[in-house]
């Protein structure tokens, strides 16, 4: 069930689907307005991640690098130790795997302030196949140190995260996605690094989920309330750092913990969750998301089903657990 | 260049030397050949006076800044900022020790006056067109130096900083490749032949220099040119000699890479302080 408090942070226009790229896109030019050491980069893909918003704005901030992703990682480092707040796009593919030493040790290693934030991350990605598709990408990110991770749900959340992050001093990956997602929040959701967000309140089950997945999550939620089956869901938009507290508390409330994500369920969200359940409460936990494949084409609808995460698998995998 | 200044460049570039085998010795691994190739443009870049620096203030936001992208050689830039008073020189033993401020490879957030982080190759020329971006927005004035090997030059990020940098017209920006004919497994044209350098930076649209990188006058002159050209960014290519100035590690692979021992310390530092002599 969602209680009062959360339904003043839920939209109410249902049906409304905006992808989390261009809500990217139109929060870079807004902040480009108040920030004038925001730069942004790109490699050849502005059209398809956005920064194209921000470049017709502000053209003399813009700085396409071409396709050269690992050049692009390390010049925005340079212009971080100038002062600069670079804000850098490509694929997810090409900023986690092909830049991925350039992310290391030009960026994090010295934690400089540039802002990682890529597009078209998942198999839901969709068409492009699995030489376009990011499944490791948050496993990549997650494990080098200084580097915070988002990825927000929705349009809205993915507005606020570009807010935190633009003012967060220090290096961050932003998972961004292609494709629509229904709109969850609404703009009095507030977005807090380390903090996660419980929008479904139930005994039986935790389903836990960050990014494209949320509303999975919430559909197999409200599917399994129709049945009598009341879960947790909880969006966890900060995956590093991770909201610990909520993560244990729900947990040992439920008993059982279901962790969804378009990602691999080796180093993702799952294996977070599971890292900080070992150590703190340890319950059973069943990690929903591509199963170390790699992925396909295909729409992303038929992706998500074939790669069992769908409302139905989630669903089933409270029902089959409790 | 006068006389003088001469003189000191050449004093700085010997005490230079001595101390990148003193601090190699005592740390007991490192990266001799390429720091000694250096010693005299290190010697030029921070004592003729050419750079806006300022080792009270290695902060400031209007000084040049220097990114050594072949990061293995940072006894040669430690050595020069220690020289210059941005640390205490006895700093320079505990170079490769854990806790110390001078890491294995160039850590800007631990060593007063190292502008960029680097080590892992090819990643530096990024970074300082990055910083020449950076000073363009700003209006600043300030110059870009990043210093390069030639064994790096196999690195294919070398060559989409050097796209960068023409397309977006970096006269801020000046590279030195230190052209020592050696890298790790061997002599360069047998690894992997990087010939012709200055033609490939030519290629790439960069005004290019060759020089030969252990003469100080031609130093001068070139990074006075250099300083002054409009609308593309310049490559240096130095012709050196790796191990410069310890007769027994010149133009010996074997020396890239290993620390000499105190008796050969000894041997390195009597034939560094004949240099003149000869």
């Known amino acids: 069930m969602i209680n009062k408090e959360i339904e003043k942070i839920l939209s109410k226009e249902e049906g409304k689907k905006i992808a989390t790229r261009e809500a990217y896109g139109n929060k870079l030019a807004e902040l480009g307005e108040v920030n004038s050491d925001i730069v942004v980069m790109d490699c ?99 494990s080098i140190p200084n580097i915070a991770v988002f990825s927000p749900a929705d349009a809205v959340e993915a507005g606020k995260v570009i807010e935190t992050a633009a003012e967060y001093d220090g290096p961050c990956y932003v998972r961004l996605c292609r494709g629509g997602a229904p709109v969850i929040f609404n703009d009095s959701y507030k977005f807090e690094i380390g903090k996660g967000t419980k929008i479904m309140e139930g005994g039986a089950a935790t389903i836990i989920s960050a990014g494209f997945t ?15 089956i009341e879960v947790d869901v909880i969006n966890m938009a900060s995956i590093k750092p991770i909201d610990e507290d909520l993560i244990a508390e729900s947990a040992a409330k439920t008993g059982l913990v279901i962790t969804v994500e378009d990602h691999s369920i080796i180093g993702g969200l ?46 089933a995998a409270v029902r089959d657990n409790i | 260049m006068d006389g003088k200044l001469k003189t000191l460049l050449k004093e700085k570039a010997r005490d230079i ?26 010697s030029y870049l921070y004592f003729s006076g050419e750079l806006n620096i300022d080792a009270k203030d290695p902060a400031k936001k209007d000084r040049d ?44 957030n631990k060593t007063p006056g190292v502008d960029m982080t680097t080590g892992s190759l090819g990643q530096g020329l990024s970074c300082a067109v990055g910083m020449a971006i950076g000073a363009k927005l700003d209006r600043s004035g300030i110059k870009v130096f990043a210093i390069l ?24 920006l000046i590279a030195i490749v230190d052209l020592n004919g050696l890298q790790i497994d061997g002599f360069t044209k047998d690894v992997m032949d990087t010939t012709p350098m200055a033609d490939k930076w030519r290629s790439f649209g960069w005004k290019t220099f060759e020089i030969d990188g252990h003469d100080l006058e031609i130093i001068d002159e070139t990074i006075k040119k250099a300083k002054s050209v409009k609308d593309s960014p310049v490559c240096i290519v130095a012709n050196t000699t790796k191990g410069k100035g310890v007769t027994f590690m010149e133009d010996v692979c074997d020396w890239h890479g290993n620390a000499p021992c105190e008796e050969e310390k000894d041997k390195a530092i009597c034939d560094i302080c004949n240099i003149d002599a000869s």
């Open chain 2, 149 to 172: 090997g030639d064994g790096e030059c196999n690195e294919g990020q070398i060559w989409e900083a050097a796209m960068a940098a023409r397309h977006y017209r970096l006269d801020n």
């Open chain 1, 270 to 315: 799952g294996s977070a969750v599971c890292e900080v359940l070992s150590a703190k409460n340890p319950v059973r936990v069943i990690r929903l998301g591509v199963q170390d494949k790699f992925g396909s084409s295909g729409n992303p609808a038929e992706l998500v089903t074939a790669y069992g995460f769908d409302k139905d698998a989630v669903a």
């Open chain 1, 214 to 228: 949320t509303h999975i999550a919430l559909d197999a939620a409200r599917m399994l309330e129709d049945e009598g």
């Open chain 2, 65 to 108: 800044r220097v990114v050594l992208s072949k990061g293995h050689a940072c006894p040669v830039l430690y050595a020069a900022l220690a020289e210059k008073g941005y640390f205490d020189k006895s700093e320079l033993k505990t170079l490769r020790k854990y806790g110390s401020m001078l890491q294995g490879h160039p850590d800007m």
């Open chain 1, 44 to 142: 050849d893909l502005s059209k398809s991640t956005k920064t194209a918003v921000f470049a017709k704005k502000f053209p003399d901030r813009f700085f396409n690098m071409g396709i050269a992703e690992s050049n692009m990682m390390s010049a925005a480092a340079g212009l971080a130790t100038m002062g600069k707040i670079p804000f850098v796009s490509t694929f997810s593919v090409f900023a986690t795997k092909r830049a991925c030493d350039q992310v290391s040790i030009s960026i994090a290693y010295p934690k400089l302030n540039v802002k990682i934030c890529a597009t078209h991350s998942g198999i839901t990605l969709g068409e492009d196949g699995a030489t376009h598709q990011a499944v490791e990408d948050v496993a990549i990110m997650r």
């Open chain 2, 17 to 42: 030397r001595v101390d990148i085998i003193e601090m190699l010795c005592a740390a007991g691994s490192g990266h001799p050949g390429g720091s000694l190739s250096m010693a005299d443009i290190f």
